[in-house]
């Protein structure tokens, strides 16, 4: 949520830059250097706090073929609905190509945000309640419509609930699924799954902003959409399946 709400900030005084200056991105990305230099000077001030728990082994590899079938499934239907998840910028693409203006397509990511860092905590809260594996089911599924919306919508007027709802998808997975990573991975390797798991996700943007790409290039806006739609919907099948029928604790 605090993150996040870093993001509102920075895209509000991005818009009140760039109407400020008319345009002129030079001077919108010099401004933004202020307050990226003061953040990287905070960090010299963090001091880490040493594990209390030395009985745990180091391990600072994962041998895949040790890992519990499970997780193993588990990581690669995130990698699959990684596939699916091409980079935000085509959603900017999809406002401009239905005719919003610079100034509006900054509105409309703001408005992603400011739904993004309202809705983190209660999903947050929410999954502590119900477990992790519905809700992050329910966000691929959410995700999986939100983008076939993308892929029908023809009114530039309904690009404002489109973002929003995609500010709600983000919210229920971004924290959830790293904190499965985190419970379904055993006790010394915590740390570790947790990189490999954003490495898979890293290695399957690539090829999805590739298809993306190609896609809108060679049968036009829609079909990336329809694509990372129908990629959300299996995954968060996929996940439903690997994850039904028994408690986290049982993948360790």
Known sequence: MLDTLGAVIGVALAFYFFTRYEGNYKAVFIWSLIPASLGVGLLFLLREVKGKNKNLKKQFSVNWHSLHPRLKKFLIVVFLFALGNSSNQFLLLRASDLGYSTQDIILLYLVFNVIYTLAAFPAGALSDRIGRRALLVA?????????????????????????GFYGVYNAVTEGVEKALVAEISPEDQKATLLGLHATLVGIGLLPASIIGGVLWKYFGASATFYFG????????????????????????
Request: charged share 5%; glycine share 16%.
């Open 139 to 163: 966000g691929y599924l959410f995700y999986g419509l939100v983008y076939l919306g993308f892929a029908i919508v023809s009114k530039g007027q309904h690009l404002w609930l489109l973002f």
């Open 229 to 252: 739609g129908v990629m959300g919907l299996l995954a968060a099948a996929g996940l439903a399946v690997v994850l039904a029928g028994e408690n986290n604790e049982a993948i360790l």
